[in-house]
T-cell receptor, first 113, second 115 residues
């Protein structure tokens, strides 16, 4: 069955430090991959997505992610954290021929001054 | 351009009652999906509506039902509420012709508390 694993339910970084949020998927066929962000009391906002083509994907707010088929990973990074990046981040996949988003359990990012 | 809107924002119900949540999709979108997000969890897919019909369904019991109207808005109905139904219910809209890679736009959600 298709699943998504996010390693680390909580990640804390200092402002200006590198952000690395991990996501691994299980699928025999490369799926479409997404990262969403959820701020408190709000819905989900798409940060970036991978469908086909270039494996390094750039998103909004300075985030990027790299699709590595050999590692079945799609980790999210940002070179320099900002206080406003504090939120919950969800990795999600869609299998080809479906529209059903399958989410990981999320990673809460805290940014300290 | 209004995004996805949901109503009500918050709702408190008693076990055994029934509840209806509403969603208006982003302008121009024709497909609506519903997700349940329990506290501390990622959203779980409930079902998707397109052309007023349920097109896909997740692993949820028949107590969860829905409807889509000609204007593409949608309702989620839950019967015989259980304590475990307490969650944030998210609605997402998208374009059918965009395919699965097309972004799903999420509303702010309805927080349902069952006591």
């Amino acid at each position: 069955a298709q699943s998504v694993t996010q390693l680390g339910s909580h990640v804390s970084v200092s402002e200006g430090a590198l952000v690395l949020l991990r996501c691994n998927y299980s699928s025999s066929v490369p799926p479409y991959l997404f990262w969403y962000v959820q701020y408190p009391n709000q819905g989900l906002q798409l940060l970036l997505k991978y469908t086909t083509g270039a494996t390094l994907v750039k998103g909004i707010n300075g985030f990027e992610a790299e699709f590595k088929k050999s590692e079945t990973s799609f980790h999210l990074t940002k070179p320099s954290a900002h206080m406003s990046d504090a939120a919950e981040y969800f990795c999600a996949v869609i299998l080809y021929n479906t529209d059903k988003l399958i989410f990981g359990t999320g990673t809460r990012l805290q940014v300290f001054p | 351009d209004a995004g996805v809107t949901q109503s009500p924002t918050h709702l408190i119900k008693t076990r055994g009652q029934q509840v209806t949540l509403r969603c208006s999709p982003k302008s121009g979108h024709d497909t609506v999906s519903w997700y349940q997000q329990a506290l501390g969890q990622g959203p779980q897919f409930i079902f998707q509506y397109y052309e007023e019909e349920e097109r896909q369904r997740g692993n949820f019991p028949d107590r969860f039902s829905g409807h889509q109207f000609p204007n593409y808005s949608s309702e989620l109905n839950v019967n015989a509420l259980l304590l475990g139904d307490s969650a944030l219910y998210l609605c997402a809209s998208s374009l059918s012709w965009g395919g699965p890679s097309y972004e799903q736009y999420f509303g702010p959600g309805t927080r349902l508390t069952v006591t």
